[in-house]
């Protein structure tokens, strides 16, 4: 990982204590593993030795995401499980994108900033592509 997906780790962390998540992170989990959240623990769990670094504040944005919206769910939710809920899943989608984009846009001048980059930049899965230009146009919007 690059400094700046480290400075916005260390940032994503920092905010999910300062709002009372817990965080564990480890690399010894399977590689296989994803994040995971236990909303009713308020519980954020990291697998920071997957083999998708680039990803991993995307994926710490959107278990934060699920505790902040207050998710509720019976079991574990997973960053990328068939099992979960998909509108509950398309919302902490949408909130990490709108968590992460503040950190994209400030290291662009906003005439150089595109949402095909700002996807490349995260690792973020190719069928939220329509959130992020959604999201991206918004954010565009209040900062014009």
Same mark, same amino acid.
């Given at each position: 990982m690059n400094s700046f997906e480290n400075d916005i780790l260390e940032d994503l962390y920092n905010y999910a204590?300062?709002?009372?998540?817990?965080?564990? +992170? +480890?690399?010894e989990f399977s590689s296989s593993m994803t994040a995971l959240a236990d909303t009713k623990k308020r519980l954020i769990i990291i697998n920071s030795g997957q083999s998708n670094k680039q990803q991993?504040? &995307?994926?710490?944005?959107?278990?934060?995401s699920h505790v902040m919206?207050?998710?509720?769910?019976?079991?574990?939710?997973? &960053?990328?499980?068939?099992?979960?809920?998909?509108? =509950?899943?398309?919302?902490a989608?949408?909130?990490?994108?709108?968590?992460?984009?503040?950190?994209?846009?400030?290291?662009?001048? =906003?005439?150089?900033?595109?949402y095909t980059d700002f996807m490349s930049c &995260?690792? =973020?899965p190719s069928h939220l592509e329509a959130i992020v230009v959604k999201e991206f146009q918004k954010y565009n919007d209040k900062s014009i």
């Open positions: 204590l300062d709002h009372n998540i817990g965080i564990l +992170s +480890s690399h991993l504040p &995307f994926q710490v944005a959107h278990e934060i919206n207050g998710d509720k769910s019976t079991h574990l939710l997973a &960053f990328n499980s068939i099992h979960s809920d998909p509108q =509950i899943e398309t919302q989608n949408r909130s990490a994108i709108q968590m992460l984009l503040p950190y994209y846009a400030n290291e662009r001048q =906003i005439g150089l900033m595109n &995260f690792a =973020i």
